[in-house]
């Protein structure tokens, strides 16, 4: 592997079109669905085989940024020999030119090869089963860029969908000969209209565009002073230093919010494509997500506390409770602990659209899970009511709560399985199940799980105010404060 | 009114085809659905119509029987001069016959008048919007039953439906001459099959039997001794007083499980039939409730949190969690707090199915909700685990749990709102909002709401069996010692 062979990884999606197991604060990418490993560790390990790990630089905004960690974390205990791990942060979430803009500029301040950086740039929700296959594709594809091309990846069209960009793309001798397979493209439209997308599946000779490309760090900064100027100048100015993988909020703020395709790709005259000859799946929703998993006899993909009668080619999925289903056709229920899912399963676009309302109407559940995911473990709210609020705390072996204070509530904990480490104004107090205790407003405390069993604890807050932001951060070994 | 009319309710059923709403222990009778009552509480406002009230019998079973109690104290209330109400209850559920059998004989020993007891019998789970209708139909029916006839009342078929009995009558002047519209039965057939009830609704002559009759106690009590001896003979020989209105279990069990109308209607030759001339509707399915419910302009009825997108013609009801649909037809959605339901209308009778199934397979979600309602209030299990189990507890103005001990397990208490009264090991203890208590195994407690408002507790249980059983009552206001 050269040591100019860089990857961005593009993990700052929300996944809407996958709510309700995808939130805002828990999108696709970083969720489970084939194997062990979540959406985003597995295009992860998937470039290992083009990429040195060091090399691959992690592209997410504030909101993931510690959960992305969490998870790099997690890889690196299994597979890396690396000591550290690289995340660039969005200040706020812009679509993907600028964040592949300031990707570029970060790995041409930390390259250290004299050749200059070559660009894998991929998102982060593609279930690619075959990975071996797809890093020969990739192989070919560092070959182009290393002569100046942009390279796509086309995959065949299985139906005409509005959601892709489409590719016309035809030989070329001068290609041929960097790769046997690749071919110049001479037309590039990012989510034509329907009627487009309609001739251009029937006329056979489009691709969808992938969304993965491959390219020379200086070809697409050209590129982008060319068509994107708007961009180029705020990362040519800003202050991007290997040791400052981000950019100042007001700076990104001013960002256009474009995605590389529509900035970039539609214009540019430097595109080679290759064909994506391999199994790939964009998991862009529930429909995509039916399509690969496992049926049974009746083509029903059936997950967790389910009971069924009679029901055919449906998406059955539960999380948490009894979901019971009879004489379905084609639809896809999903059950979360706080929202449920009933959608005919060619509707599934629309998803998306249920989600945007909910933002709309500032209802929670379209931004997190009634569990919540930290560092330290998760939390679940079990109750509210006028006054207080209940939630069930796990904190996971080593775990540690912020030393913290809140000006507005009190707390009351109770142990309910494991032992704990409560510190309360200054006083440790080890706490074994059924111990319970009282902390004040204004009182500091940190709950720590020093031993090897998770543990379990019921808080009870009550006050004026309870919100997640009342939470004066005092001492945080996850670098909160 | 005569006081030799009276009437029995049968409110022992355990509506399973109404799950997940309906639970065993908290039976669709028991719910309300159109107005402020519940189908029992209605069909109890109904007959008083035609009888006094204290003449009305509540005729349920040991597992129904405090909430049919709490039901009847909130019409008293309202409604009535009686100081108490009375209700017969089964040790075990049998069905129609049986308890019909135990009624009559309750109400021959209760009847002070000098004319034998006239009995109108009437499921609990029927609506029928206009209740003034129904009190003349049933006039008629009275002066029918003085006349030594078994009146049924016949409802014309709006669709074949294995779920009724079909009857076929005939005009008859002997009849006319007592009531105008009377008819004489010559067939009557409890739930036949499938080929003959297309026959009878596509020959126009049959009616549904909508399950209400109307008898003198001794015309129904010699019927039964010719066609149940079985039954006629226990009942015969039991010791029921007016001060005992039940009979013991052994005894009952002897009792055939079969229907009034298997029993006796099939054979009698004494049955007149009155047409059911006004709106009627049997609660039976999920699809009778959607049939009566107010529909939106895309023919939707829905209730609850429920975010939809281009459905039609579907029941979409929610009871806490947010449902969104998209594109549905024809579907019935059902959430609760513990169990989800997703069913092509067409087939709600199959919901029946899916209640035995999860019966068999001992799942606590065909028996009793996360909520549990008890005479002074209501429990939500929150979250167990091993070896705890959390609930909130609300205790309505009034309410007193009683006195009680556990012998396996310990309880600690938070009030979350309102004041509340603890009695542990003989002390009081007045608890407000954060305040928290300890109650040991083997310690005597008891929780009480002395005041105007409801009050809020989170229970945190711990032990090595945590079973609703494990209650040792010492005191209860509720007759439950």
Chains 1, 2 share one sequence.
């Not at 790939?280 to 029903?300: F, P």
């Amino acid at each position: 592997m050269s040591n100019n062979i860089f990857a961005i990884i593009l993990a700052g999606g929300s996944g809407s079109r996958l709510w309700p197991l995808s939130r805002e604060l828990h999108p696709k990418q970083l969720m489970q669905f084939t194997d062990d490993y979540t959406l985003f560790q597995s295009a992860f390990i998937r470039l290992v085989n083009n990429v040195d790990d060091k090399n691959i630089i992690t592209a997410t905004n504030a909101k993931h940024d510690s959960q992305v960690r969490y998870q790099l974390e997690a890889l690196q205990k299994k597979f890396f020999r690396q000591s550290s791990y690289r995340v660039i942060t969005e200040p706020l979430v812009k679509n993907t030119a600028p964040a592949v803009a300031l990707g570029i500029k970060y790995i041409e301040k930390i390259n250290k090869c004299e050749d200059e950086p070559i660009i894998i740039v991929t998102p982060s929700d593609h279930f690619i089963p075959e990975p071996e296959k797809f890093a020969k594709i990739v192989e070919q594809a560092l070959k182009l860029a290393q002569e100046n091309y942009i390279v796509t990846f086309g995959v065949k069209p299985s139906k005409p969908d509005t959601g892709y960009g489409y590719i016309r793309a035809k030989k070329n001798k001068k290609l041929r000969d960097i790769s046997e397979k690749a071919l110049k493209v001479d037309f590039f439209s990012e989510k034509p209209d329907e009627e487009s997308v309609r001739e251009y599946c029937e006329s056979g000779k489009y691709y969808w565009n992938s969304g993965i490309f491959v390219f020379k760090a200086s070809v697409m900064l050209a590129e982008l002073k060319k068509y994107a100027p708007e961009i180029y100048d705020i990362i040519h100015n800003a202050e991007i230093t290997s040791q400052i993988p981000t950019i100042p909020y007001l700076e990104y703020d001013k960002m256009p919010d474009i995605s590389l395709d529509y900035a970039v790709m539609e214009y540019s005259k430097k595109l080679a494509m290759l064909p994506m000859d391999c199994e790939w799946h964009d998991l862009g929703s529930w429909e995509a997500i039916y399509d690969i998993s496992e049926k049974d006899e009746n083509g029903n993909s059936v997950q967790g506390n389910v009971i069924d009668l009679d029901s055919k080619d449906s998406m059955i999925y539960s999380t948490s409770k009894l979901v019971t289903t009879i004489g379905l056709k084609d639809m896809v229920v999903v059950e979360t602990e706080d929202a449920f899912l009933v959608c005919e399963k060619s509707r599934a676009q629309d998803v998306k659209k249920v989600f945007n309302l909910l933002k709309e109407k500032n209802d929670s559940t379209h931004l997190v899970h009634k569990t919540v995911y930290r560092p330290w473990g998760y939390y679940t709210v079990l109750t509210e009511g006028d006054g207080f609020l209940t939630k069930c705390i796990q904190v996971n072996p080593g775990g540690k709560l912020s030393l913290q204070l809140h000006h507005h509530r009190s707390e009351h904990w109770v142990v309910l399985e494991g032992n704990a480490l409560v510190i309360h104004n200054d006083e440790e107090h080890y706490m074994s199940p059924g111990d319970s205790i009282d902390i004040g407003i204004e009182e500091t405390h940190s709950l720590q799980n020093p031993y090897d069993e998770p543990i379990k604890i019921l808080e009870v807050q009550r006050g004026e105010i309870l919100d997640e932001n009342d939470i004066v951060r005092l001492k945080d070994i996850y670098g909160r404060v």
